[in-house]
């Protein structure tokens, strides 16, 4: 079984809408993060957070907002879908302590489109 | 502020073929250096890593050095498979409390067979 699991894999929605992706990991990790991949621009952090009551906004924040449910779950919510939201969106998870140095695991990816 | 910049692709090769992806950095202090690779239809995965000046990270035929002194971190393999076609990030992490990653914007690589 999959460490880093992601739902839904794939959404096609409307503007306006409310959506949430979500985020389960069986790694054990306290750190968690959400990223959009865009063609031509990399990933970029949307949220990151290093405990359960831990939540951080990461470079493009705007339009989203994140829930840490429990140490395993880390959903995102885009409160009323735009279309420039249409991307590849990742989960990520990394464990404490070891420094700068410290591997993240990816989930599978969400492919979202927004109509 | 901390950047990546690697060379834009696509980049198709045959098998066999040496293979060189560029990856430059921009940063403060001493990052960690990373090349993640992602295969189609999954999530990036970590391909090797170097943590200080002059470390070699290798792994599956791959090798990157981290030289600080043309701040950069290429990746490098002497013979290419079709299975290595992927997409390859270069990526930074600078801020030890955070462990945020500053990636590139990724370069495609195609291997015919």
């Known amino acids: 079984d999959a460490d880093v699991t992601q739902t839904p894999r794939n959404r096609i929605t409307k503007t306006g809408k409310r959506i949430m992706l979500e985020c389960s990991q069986t790694?054990?990790?306290?750190?968690m993060y959400w990223y959009r991949q865009d063609p031509g621009l990399g990933l970029r952090l949307i949220y990151y957070s290093f405990d359960v009551k831990d939540i951080n906004k990461g470079e493009i924040s705007d339009g989203y907002s994140v829930s840490r449910q429990a140490q395993a779950k880390f959903s995102l919510s885009l409160e009323s879908a735009i279309p420039n939201q249409t991307a590849l969106y990742f989960c990520?998870?990394?464990?404490?302590?070891?420094?700068?140095?410290?591997?993240?695991?990816f989930g599978p990816g969400t492919r979202l489109t927004v109509l | 502020g901390n950047s990546v910049t690697q060379m834009e692709g696509p980049v198709t090769l045959s098998e066999e073929a040496f293979l060189t992806i560029n990856c430059t950095y921009t940063a403060t202090g001493y990052p960690s250096l990373f090349w993640y690779v992602q295969y189609p239809g999954e999530g990036l995965q970590l391909l090797l890593k170097a943590t200080k000046a002059d470390d070699k990270g290798s792994n599956k035929g791959f090798e990157a050095t981290y030289r600080k002194e043309t701040t950069s971190f290429h990746l490098e393999k002497g013979s290419v498979q079709v299975s290595d076609s992927a997409v390859y990030f270069c990526a930074l992490t600078g801020d030890s409390s955070a462990s945020k990653i500053i990636f590139g914007s990724g370069t495609r690589l195609s291997i015919r067979p």
């Open positions: 990520a998870t990394s464990d404490t302590g070891t420094g700068h140095a410290d591997t993240q695991y």
């Open positions: 790694k054990g990790h306290d750190r």
